[in-house]
Each structure stands twice: as structure tokens, then as C-alpha cells.
């Protein structure tokens, strides 16, 4: 629902987000209050110990305290407890309980300093008990009080009292008017300061330079834009993803129409291009994922790799690579060396070099499938992170290609300070003066499946028969013209329901008016869902069936937002208008609509058994196209999946099963010459 309006100001949190908190607060309270009532009632008429009669005051004057307190939560709980998410009205009183409630910390944190004061006289002859449960209900008040201070400072938006006023004058307000005009440009700025230093704070461990200034003010804008235009509050986005998720598991256990199955059966030429490029990819993919060195080494070897990587950091390292960037102790050098199982002598440049828009790489000799790899490492660091925000879209110009179109900036600019190594630094020069038979192939995954995939299009003319091996590449990257070129060069590997593959601006807008629709039509509590959701993620079961004001609309009316949807969108922005209205030719959306690049190829989980220790797991994978990936799927594995050791896991089973295959018909087929 739109933000608590308290103070004159609004706050991160709804009316009706009081429930849990206050139910737990007034458990706590209620047994805190018995504690207490047992106490008086086991000591009454024996506070003759020195220090006692103001003990037995303390004592009377904390239980009064504890029932106002207790008799305020109830009202409070009871009250958010009301109504939906759309539907504030039964919570109209709420504010009202929210001071009272305020109010009684003023008498709470007194009492609390007289308690502390009392146990920490030297002159209180009382029993040690005693003592102990009003040292235990000083200490419960302070970490009440300071859990209190914390919450209001998570729950405090900056930009409340300019949104409040913005919300207020928003039907009444003629947005023509320069005043208003001024108004609106004032809380723009602000919102895109406020959102600057809430990344240079997370980002406050890295050195800053120009580069880092410009990345932030554009992230700055990016979530500026992208969080403007909804009053929603974080419990409601959990609900709605929540919703999203339940829904989507209902379609999907409904049956497929027989033409939806059938349009996924493919020729025997295209199954066995297939599992060709499934060989590739899992031959490759150990490149990708050794780009991560010492981190993705430890974490798929928890037990042993420490060990592994201490002997090897004691040994004498060759000369014959070229290394840049910082390598303390060998460990990323010696984690590719055993994930890839290579040679010192096969690696022609090494750069662990990694600031913004600049990320590691290797180049190496292959000399199994004949080929010089140009390996891009994923994200890793914050670096990598501001790189992957860069979300802007700029021009790529090629010469003789012209399906020139959009790119992310970020990565472009990633894949830039790779291009410049190696044609400027003369490496590939190098690679292909030692090995000039071998082929090019650039793979990455994740971020440097992204950058792989700019590098691939802006080497491709100066080697025509380069490959690129994009695994789990992000979603928003190339424009359609561009995706269409790579088709002929470039292979996406996706497994399950990846985020990453899925994400780009205009899918980001399309979740966020999901998450709008279906949060403001639920006809349950927000406690209600938030509940039943996390018994559904932790237990599984069946999906609720939530009852929502579009149920027994018609077609066209569902085309149309409804009342409580309007009132969570403080004003519609033009990406959200494209979702559903023909976008205008003379104003094109902020951000364009971008694809994967090349090829791609679906793994999708089709069965699984678990074990005690392990779990068995069986994939299928078919080319897929890039609809498939024009909505992001809510799921637990949607993180998981896009893990370059699930990805590699899933790669490795494919073609452990493709080579059965060929095993299992070569014996048959010698047993029928027999």
C-alpha cells in the first residue's frame, strides 16, 4: 500500500506492516508482564531490604507501564490487521495508535535509567534473584528501545516530505505551471542525490576516480527512475514477488496445448547441432568459470582447495606469462591452473587488473580443441557491479557490418579495454605466432559472457571464423539487429530460470506493473501472504488461490488498470505506458528493449531425486528464442541457476549423457553385425 504518512512525512513502511513485528513485540511483552506479576506477587510485604521500598515501586509502576504498553500493541496489531493492501481504510486510526505507542517509550526509557540506576547501587542488600530479573528487564527495555531506533532508521525515506507533499497536490496540481514544473524537477534532483549517496556509501572500500563519479550519478538516475513513479513499500514488493511466484507455478502445472509440445521437437540435423554445441560449451565452460580463480575454486572445493592452492603457491612460477593486476600468493593463477588443467606454458597473457569497466582476463592455448580462449571473468567485486549498472544503451560502430544498433553501455566499455589489450598490447598477435592453426574462441559467463559477446562482434571481422561462448549472459544487451548478426557466431548457454539472462530494463518495468497489479487487486491481508508464502518456499504444497478483484473480468477490462492499481502508481512513466500502449514514434522509450546474444540454448531441469548427501538431477536442453526470456520468472532456483557451477554441472551432465548415448548405439549396432 502507498507509505505511512506520520510526522508530515512519509515512511518506508505501510499500515499494515505492524502485524509480525507487533505480534512478537507483545509476546515478549506478555511474558515479560507475568515475569513481573510473579515476582511482586512471590516478594509482596517482604521489600524491607535495604534499597526495597523503592524497588517495590519500580516493580508497581513497570507493571502499569507494561499493560499500557501491552493494551497499545494489541490496538496496534489488531488495527494493521485490517483491510488489504489497496485498501487502507479499516487502518485510518492507525496513526493515531502509532503515537500513543511512541509515547509510552518516554516513560519506558526513564524507567529503564532508574532500573540500571538501582542494580548498579552498591547500597541494594535485596536477594541476588531479584537483583538478576531487574538487571534482565533494564536489559530487555535498552534492546527494545535500541532495535526500535534502528527500525525507524530503516524505515526512514529521505525524500518523505517532499514525496507527501508531491502525493497530496498530485490531483490538484497543473503539472503545465512552472511552479509545479520547478516542484517536480526539485524532488527529481533530490531523489538522484539520495540515491548517489546511497551507492558512494556501499561502494565507500573502492578508490573513486572520474570514471566511478559518472557511474554513480548514472545508476543514480537509472533507480531514480525506475522507483519513481510507484508508492510502494519493500513488504509490498515481498508480497507481490511472493503472489508472482504462486501464479506462475499454477500455469505452469496446467497442460501444454499439443501445438505449444510439438513446436519444440527438433529435426535430427538440429539435435545433433545441439549436442555438438552442448560438447563445446561444457569444454569450454571450465574457462568461464576458472576467469573466477581462487574464490569459485574454494567454493566448489571447500574441503581441499586451501590445502591444494598452499602447496602450489610455494612453487616457482614460470616466466613464460605475461600477469598483470595483483596475484598475493599465487592462488588465482594456481585455482585456473587446476580448474582448467593447463600448463604454466599454455597461458599467453593473465590480468587480474579490475576497476570499473576494466575486468580480468586470460588468454590461453587449448590446444585439445585447437584454439586460443579468451576467457572473461564474471562479476566479482563492486567494480564489477557498477559495470553491470551501467545500463545505458550507446551506439556500437563497426565498420562493414550494418546491422549496427543499441548496446549496454558498461559492458561495451568492458569489452572496449579488452579489445584495446589485445590488438594494441599485440597479444593476440602473440597467440596466434605460437599456435597460427588454431581458431579463436572467447567464452565468460555472467558479465563476461556480456563482454565475450561485444568482444566476439567487435573482433568477428578481423577473424571470421571466431566462436563465443556466452554462458548465462545478462538479458538486456544487444539491440534486435545485433542479436540477429550474432546468430551466426555466438552461442547463449541459459539454464532454468536464470534472473540474470532475463534482465534488462523493460522486463524490470514489466515485473514492477505485475507486482503492482497483483498486490493491489488481492483481496488478503498483506500478513495473510507474506505468511503463507513462506510456508510455500520453505515446505512447498500447493499455491494458494488468492481471490483478486480481476477475477470474473472480462478481456477487455483486464486491459485496462483498476482503481487500487492507479493508486499506487504515483505518476505513470513513459516505460510504463510501453508495456501496454503503442510507444510513439516521436518519443522513444528511455531504454530499448535489448536481447541475448547468438543462438540460445535452454537447459531446463526436467526431473529430480534427492538423497541424503546428494541429489540426482536430469536435464533437457533445446534451442530456444529470445520471447522465452522477455519475462522474469519468480522462483527460488532463480538466483542458483544462474551459478557457474550449477551451469557447468548441468553442462557436464548433458554431455556425459550425450556420450552414453553414442556408446550405448555403437554396441548395438556391433552386436546387429554380429
Known amino acids: 500500500m502507498p507509505g505511512l504518512v506520520v510526522f508530515g512525512r512519509r515512511w518506508a513502511i505501510g499500515s499494515d506492516d505492524f502485524v509480525l513485528p507487533g505480534a512478537f513485540e507483545l509476546f515478549v511483552r506478555l511474558l515479560w508482564w507475568i515475569g513481573i506479576l510473579a515476582l511482586y506477587a512471590v516478594h509482596k510485604g517482604r521489600f524491607n531490604c535495604p534499597g526495597g521500598g523503592l524497588l517495590h515501586s519500580y516493580l508497581l509502576v513497570l507493571l502499569v507501564l507494561l499493560a499500557a504498553i501491552i493494551c497499545a500493541l494489541s490496538a496496534l496489531v489488531y488495527v494493521s490487521m485490517q483491510g488489504t493492501i489497496s485498501n487502507p481504510g479499516p487502518r485510518k486510526s492507525l496513526p493515531k495508535l502509532l503515537y500513543t505507542r511512541l509515547l509510552l517509550y518516554f516513560p519506558e526509557f526513564i524507567w529503564a535509567v532508574v532500573g540500571a540506576v538501582w542494580v548498579s547501587d552498591s547500597s541494594v542488600q535485596c536477594e541476588k534473584t531479584v537483583i538478576n530479573v531487574i538487571m534482565g528487564t533494564v536489559i530487555a527495555s535498552w534492546v527494545i528501545i535500541i532495535f526500535t531506533i534502528i527500525g525507524v532508521v530503516i524505515v526512514f525515506d529521505p525524500l518523505g516530505g517532499k514525496k507527501t507533499f508531491y502525493l497530496t497536490n498530485s490531483v490538484s496540481r497543473n503539472l503545465e505551471s512552472s511552479q509545479s514544473g520547478q516542484l517536480l524537477y526539485n524532488v527529481k534532483n533530490t531523489a538522484t542525490r539520495v540515491w548517489e549517496k ?179 571473468r564474471g562479476t566479482l567485486s563492486f567494480e564489477d557491479i557498477l559495470t553491470d549498472l551501467s545500463a545505458d544503451c550507446e551506439d556500437l560502430t563497426l565498420e562493414d557490418v550494418l546491422e549496427n544498433g543499441f548496446v549496454h553501455k558498461g559492458i561495451t566499455q568492458a569489452a572496449n579495454y579488452i579489445y584495446q589489450k589485445l590488438i594494441n598490447d599485440g597479444i593476440l598477435n602473440q597467440a596466434f605466432t605460437i599456435a597460427p592453426e588454431y581458431k579463436l574462441v572467447i567464452v565468460g559467463h555472467s558479465l563476461g559472457g556480456g563482454t565475450a559477446s561485444i568482444l566476439a562482434i567487435m573482433l568477428r571481422n578481423s577473424f571470421p571464423t571466431l566462436r563465443c561462448y556466452a554462458f548465462s549472459p545478462p538479458g538486456g544487451l544487444l539491440s534486435k539487429s545485433l542479436a540477429d548478426y550474432t546468430k551466426r557466431f555466438i552461442v547463449s548457454v541459459i539454464v532454468g530460470k536464470d534472473l540474470v539472462a532475463r534482465l534488462s530494463m523493460p522486463n524490470m518495468e514489466d515485473l514492477k506493473r505485475r507486482i503492482v497489479r497483483i498486490v493491489a487487486n488481492c483481496n488478503r491481508p498483506k500478513y495473510q501472504i507474506l505468511l503463507h508464502g513462506c510456508w510455500y518456499e520453505v515446505f512447498g504444497g500447493d499455491p494458494d488461490n488468492f481471490p483478486t478483484e480481476l477475477d470474473g473480468r472480462n478481456q477487455d477490462a483486464l486491459t485496462q488498470p483498476l482503481l487500487a492499481e492507479e493508486s499506487l502508481m504515483v505518476h505513470r512513466s513513459p516505460s510504463y505506458n510501453t508495456l501496454e500502449d503503442e510507444p510513439h514514434l516521436s518519443s522513444p522509450p528511455q531504454y530499448p528493449r535489448l536481447y541475448l546474444p547468438g543462438k540460445i540454448i535452454h537447459i531446463v531441469e526436467e526431473s529430480s531425486s534427492r538423497r541424503w548427501c546428494s541429489s540426482d538431477i536430469k536435464y533437457t536442453a533445446r534451442w530456444s528464442t529470445e520471447a522465452v526470456f522477455s519475462s522474469i520468472l519468480i522462483s527460488p532456483k532463480m538466483i542458483t541457476d544462474h551459478m557457474p557451477d550449477v551451469v557447468l554441472k548441468a553442462l557436464n551432465s548433458l554431455s556425459q549423457e550425450h556420450r552414453s548415448c553414442i556408446s550405448c548405439q555403437t554396441r548395438e549396432c556391433n552386436t546387429n553385425v554380429v
Request: hydrophobic residues 40%.
Open 198 to 376: 546511497r551507492i558512494r556509501l556501499l561502494c565507500c572500500c573502492i578508490v573513486q576516480d572520474d570514471d566511478h563519479r559518472v557511474a554513480f550519478t548514472s545508476i543514480a538516475e537509472l533507480f531514480r527512475t525506475y522507483f519513481s513513479d510507484t508508492d510502494l513499500v519493500p513488504s509490498d514488493i515481498a508480497a507481490g514477488l511472493t503472489l508472482l511466484h504462486q501464479e506462475q507455478d499454477k500455469m505452469e502445472s496446467c497442460p501444454k496445448e499439443p501445438e505449444e509440445v510439438l513446436c519444440h521437437s527438433p529435426s535430427s540435423l538440429v539435435a545433433d547441432d545441439l549436442d555438438v554445441e552442448l560438447e563445446n560449451a561444457a569444454h569450454y565452460m571450465l574457462f568461464a568459470a576458472a576467469a573466477y580463480g581462487w574464490p569459485y575454486y574454494i567454493y566448489t572445493n571447500p574441503f581441499t582447495a586451501l590445502c591444494k592452492l598452499n602447496g602450489d603457491c610455494c612453487r616457482n612460477r614460470t616466466t613464460d606469462s605475461d600477469i598483470t593486476g595483483s596475484d598475493r600468493h599465487n592462488f588465482h593463477f594456481g585455482s585456473i591452473l587446476r580448474i582448467t588443467g593447463l600448463q604454466y606454458r599454455d597461458f599467453i597473457h593473465i590480468s587480474f587488473h579490475n576497476k570499473i569497466y576494466e575486468i580480468p582476463f586470460f588468454v590461453a592455448l587449448d590446444h585439445k580443441k585447437e584454439a586460443i580462449v579468451v576467457a572473461v
